[in-house]
């Protein structure tokens, strides 16, 4: 999902309270702050040898342990008043795919991008996913899935495609 995707999401929906699903049926506790926002570019080389650049928006949710009772979630209308302080402070760019930096004690901390959404009653819930490793030189290696990278040995040192 685009940044501007995400952000219009928001205020559309403006008077939900925002959930975050980072696994079927697991949500970010109601104690969730957004504590940063990141406008990142990245620039780089896969193992085929070809650069590329591209930014993304990455945002670090974390659950406050002093709020562990927290049965209120954050409103969409107040998170969308944070990315508007964020992007009068450092604008963002409205076309970089947005990504979710989470974890808890039974969830490993991993960069997740959004999958789905959903609306229902007074909720509006953003289902996070993870994106698989890839090897980003498929046609190079002569590779056309995962399995076929596992048996060809892509990135292998000595596949020759690295």
């Known amino acids: 999902m685009k ?34 926002v990141k406008n990142t570019h990245i620039e780089a080389v896969d193992c085929g040898g070809r650069a590329d650049a591209w930014n993304e928006t990455i945002v670090q949710l974390w659950e406050s342990p002093t709020e562990k009772d927290k049965t209120r979630y954050l409103s969409a209308f107040k998170a969308s008043s944070i990315f508007n302080r964020v992007h009068s402070i450092k604008p ?45 030189a498929e046609e190079i290696c002569g590779v056309t899935s995962d399995q076929e990278a596992v048996k060809a040995g892509c990135c292998n040192p000595t596949s020759g495609c690295c």
């Open 92 to 136: 963002m760019d409205q076309e970089a795919e947005i990504k979710f930096e989470y974890g808890n004690a039974s969830f490993h901390t991993a960069q997740l991008f959004v999958n789905d959404f959903q609306i229902t009653g007074q909720t509006l819930i953003i289902k996070l996913g993870v994106l698989p490793t890839l090897c980003k």
């Open 3 to 36: 940044t501007h995707e995400f952000l219009a999401l928001l205020r559309q929906h403006s008077a939900k309270e925002l959930i975050f699903e980072y696994l079927p049926n697991k949500y970010a506790g109601a104690n969730y702050h957004i504590t940063e």
